[in-house]
């Protein structure tokens, strides 16, 4: 039973420039959540897909945008980037229909460095 | 408001002995839940065990239980028997239900246990 993947594992880019991330869910399951975890921090929620739509979002600019496909898997897109913008990005899968005991699991994570 | 508080930045234990993790949470909806995740090093966020905020018991799962005091919004995580693949960070987390039903999670700042041969 194949978990949660993401890729790429490490990522450098430059202020301004744009970057997408990608994330497959554990088998099974239809939604996907983005988090971003700052050096020394808990993880911050950026957004939740489900049936492609995005169904929620959490306190971070228009910079942050999110797709999800047909087969469930999602996409993290920056655009101009900031230095700020470095972290750990995460990706949880879950199912729709669990409601507030379905437990999010999460990939290993994408390190993205701004330079 | 922080909505989970998370006050100890780091915990020693000695092998094989139990330790609690401190976490404290803020809400006014009667219906939540209560996550803990282990983070190694290697960065993925490992599900450890789930309170529910109608459960009549407290959650245990191998050698993690979940101290679960509702009056005092506390979900303190006991983890018995310590090993050293037990260093990591800890996070306690928290689920409200959301108006759109997306239930994200919400987490504290984390504490880093060390486990000491």
């Known amino acids: 039973d194949a978990g949660v993947t993401q890729s790429p594992t490490h990522l450098i880019k430059t202020r301004g420039q744009q970057v997408t991330l990608r994330c497959s869910p554990k088998?099974?399951?239809?939604?996907v959540s983005w988090y971003q975890q700052a050096l020394g921090q808990g993880p911050q929620f950026i957004f939740q897909?489900?049936?492609?739509?995005?169904?929620q979002r959490g306190n971070f600019p228009d910079r942050f945008s999110g797709h999800q496909f047909p087969n469930y898997s999602s996409e993290l897109n920056v655009n101009a980037l900031l230095l700020g913008d470095s972290a750990l990005y995460l990706c949880?899968?879950?199912?729709?229909?669990?409601?507030?005991?379905?437990?999010?699991?999460f990939g290993p994570g994408t390190r993205l460095t701004v330079l | 408001a922080q909505k989970i508080t998370q006050t100890q930045p780091g915990m020693f234990v000695q092998e094989k002995e139990a330790v609690t993790l401190d976490c404290t949470y803020d809400?006014?909806?009667?219906?939540?839940?209560l996550f803990w995740y282990k983070q190694p090093s290697s960065g993925e966020m490992i599900f450890l065990i789930y309170q529910g905020s109608y459960d009549q018991q407290n959650a245990t799962e191998g050698r993690y239980s979940l101290n679960f005091q509702k009056a005092r919004k506390s979900a303190n995580l006991v983890i018995s028997a310590s090993q050293l693949g037990d260093s990591a960070m800890y996070f306690c987390?928290?689920?409200?239900?959301?108006?759109?039903?997306?239930?994200?999670?919400?987490f504290g700042t984390g504490t880093r246990l060390t486990v000491i041969p």
């Open positions: 897909y489900y049936e492609e739509e995005e169904r």
């Open positions: 987390a928290m689920r409200e239900p959301g108006i759109t039903g997306a239930n994200n999670l919400f």
């Open positions: 088998s099974g399951h239809d939604t």
């Open positions: 949880a899968s879950s199912l729709a229909s669990g409601g507030l005991t379905d437990t999010q699991y």
């Open positions: 809400t006014s909806d009667p219906s939540y839940g």
